[in-house]
């Protein structure tokens, strides 16, 4: 079945280092929608990222992240972490085209933890 | 702006007993509406997933007897935790979709199901 697979547990960064979570998935849908959630403590998931054109650098925040169909990854990344980073992070799959488009598969998010 | 409220945030039940939760779109179209478990220490699992004119698709392990919802209006949707046990327990969220063409699932805030 559909999956997702992200660096698992906790990532534990020096402020001003390279962010770097990994994300890859398996699906049957030909028309794979990646996205990256954020989810700071005592709040809801919110959108940081998304794509579904292979090959192509999406950006936000001062994140991206580019989808490689031919490896089945989207990998985050930033390139100096800030304090305020620190947060869940989930990598999901959608089907762009299908009928349950709404449907998000969610990998086990990847705990970001940021020190000064 | 888009927004999604959910209602009750925190509720507690006894164990058998039964909770209702609602999730209410603000500012667009709610024409497909999913709802989501993130028990503790896991990800978000999808319960079902319901579009307007559409039976309500209720993903593995989860049942309309256990989890019914209704979806009346393209601003309301509510579920409900029929008997609730200790299993039952965690964050429940909505995840709203405007239009069949959009790809962006707005959530709400959850709500938090403790049973004792």
């Known amino acids: 079945g559909d999956s997702v697979t992200q660096t698992e547990g906790l990532v534990t960064l020096t402020e001003g280092l390279p962010v770097m979570l990994n994300c890859t998935y398996q699906?049957?849908?030909?028309?794979?929608?990646l996205f990256w959630y954020v989810q700071h403590l005592n709040e809801s998931p919110r959108l940081l990222l998304k794509s579904f054109t292979d090959n192509k650098r999406t950006e936000h925040q001062g994140f991206h992240a580019t989808l490689h169909k031919s490896s089945s990854s989207f990998h985050l990344q930033k390139s100096s972490a800030q304090l305020s980073d620190s947060a869940l992070y989930y990598c999901?799959?959608?089907?762009?085209?299908?009928?349950?488009?709404?449907?998000?598969?969610f990998g086990i998010g990847t705990l970001l933890s940021v020190k000064p | 702006g888009a927004l999604v409220y959910q209602y009750p945030r925190r509720t507690i039940c006894k164990s058998g007993t039964s909770m209702r939760m609602e999730c209410q779109a603000v500012?667009?179209?709610?024409?497909?509406v999913a709802w989501y478990r993130q028990s503790p220490q896991k990800t978000f699992e999808l319960i079902a997933l319901s579009t307007v004119n559409s039976a309500i698709k209720y993903e593995q392990n989860f049942t309309q007897e256990k989890f019914p919802i209704s979806h009346p209006n393209l601003s309301f949707s509510s579920m409900t935790v029929l008997n609730a046990y200790l299993e039952d327990r965690g964050l429940y969220l909505c995840?709203?979709?405007?239009?069949?063409?959009?790809?962006?699932?707005?959530f709400g805030p959850g709500t938090r199901l403790t049973v004792l």
């Open positions: 995840g709203a979709r405007d239009r069949q063409d959009s790809y962006e699932q707005y």
């Open positions: 699906t049957i849908y030909s028309n794979p929608f």
């Open positions: 500012g667009f179209q709610a024409t497909s």
């Open positions: 999901a799959l959608s089907d762009r085209y299908g009928s349950s488009g709404n449907k998000l598969i």
